[in-house]
């Protein structure tokens, strides 16, 4: 890598290196500077410095991408906050960095899975990453690349093609059965045996879950009962706070696909959790134990 010194009146790319005619510049902090074995700590090491960087046009181009991209899919700064247009902008500087194709990024959940996989990686090889979090033991203000991202070493050029790599298995994953976890084998409130989910997220499809059995309509014992649930009935627990009748209705009412909230009593007695029914096996569909579940579809829907 060869580290040159910037022309008069230019700074550097604070994505790439290279020099370029300040445009907007954004600075950043160090916090000190990393020791480097055999050479003298600078004074500098104790004192926080302040580099000024800018984007050459090709990365301001990227930039503009990002924040176009951000506010053309209002959930992804919904779920992102502010920092949105920055860790999407780092994303696709790895693939400036790989000189790689631009995936897909037609619908928010293409732009969050992106960002999920190519950001760190982004934020890592980054020309900034000399000076922040902190400063390499000879970064100077005057530092830039002869070239394009010259400053990447083949550990961060890995790191780039790892974050691909991972990025595109997902892309082309499809979603597979999971079965639940639990030893019971069924999800605690709806019963069902299996759900389906992409591989790579098979750890999160089911939740750990404890309950007394009595909410559940089971007969009233100290002994709590331990389980999983499944995303559908997990979203309903979380959205009332607890794992009771009004969980298990929401739950029921999403399983089934209709809009109701809520049920008349007489719908409503009888309900029970799959957890609570002694020596009942796993449902192939969601509350397969519940008598009538279909009938009741067409009375709710
Ligand atoms: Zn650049
Ligand atoms: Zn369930």
Known sequence: MTITILPADHLACLACGIAAMPGTTETFISIG?????GRPRMAANERSEYFELTRCPGCEQTRQQAAALVAEHPVVAHRLGTAAVERLEAGL??????????????????????????????????WSRRYTPVALSDA?????????????TEADRQTARDALAGLLAAVNERPAPIPCPDPSGGCMLCGIASV????????????PATAN??????????????????????TACD?????????ME??????????????????????????VMPEASPNRRPWGHIEHVEALRTVLA
């Open 33 to 37: 500077r990393l020791a480097q074995p």
């Open 93 to 126: 500087g790895v693939l400036r960095l790989l000189g790689a194709r631009t995936p897909r990024l037609t619908s928010a959940r293409d732009v969050l899975r992106f960002v999920d996989h190519m950001s760190t990686a982004g934020a890592l090889v980054r």
């Open 140 to 152: 100077q203000d005057e530092d830039c690349n002869e070239a394009p991202w010259e400053h990447a």
């Open 196 to 207: 389906e989910a992409l591989p790579s997220r098979a750890a999160h499809a089911w939740t």
């Open 213 to 234: 059995p009595s909410p559940l309509g089971g007969r009233p014992s100290n002994k709590r009962l331990s389980g999983h649930l499944c995303p559908t009935c997990a």
């Open 239 to 247: 959205t009332v706070g607890s794992i009771g009748p009004t969980a």
């Open 250 to 275: 929401r739950a029921l009412m999403a399983a089934l696909g209709v809009r109701r909230k809520s049920l008349t009593p007489t719908e409503l007695v009888g309900l029970k959790a799959w957890a």
